[in-house]
C-alpha cells in the first residue's frame, strides 16, 4: 500500500520427491508483491509406505503458506 515499503519476503521454495513437487517464489515490483505457489501430486493415491514422503511434501506447502511478509510504515 502507499506509505508503506516491503522489509522482508519470505525465500523462494522448490521441493521434490518421489510423492510430488512444490515451488513458491515471492517478488516485489514497484506497485505490487507477487507470490506464485504450485503444488504438483504424482499420484491420486499414497501406499502406506508412501505415506511418510507425501506428508513432507504437504508439510513444506504448510510452512510455506506460514511465512510471514514484513511491511513497514515508510
Request: no cysteine; aromatic share 10%; glycine share 2%.
Amino acid at each position: 500500500p502507499t506509505g508503506y515499503k516491503l522489509t522482508r519476503l519470505p525465500e523462494n521454495r522448490d521441493f521434490s520427491n518421489t510423492t510430488g513437487l512444490y515451488k513458491s517464489s515471492y517478488r516485489q515490483t514497484s506497485d505490487y508483491i507477487q507470490v506464485q505457489r504450485n503444488l504438483v501430486l504424482n499420484n491420486d493415491v499414497y501406499s502406506q509406505d508412501e505415506y511418510p514422503a507425501f506428508q513432507k511434501l504437504i508439510r513444506q506447502k504448510v510452512s510455506d503458506v506460514k511465512s510471514i511478509m514484513v511491511l513497514e510504515k515508510a
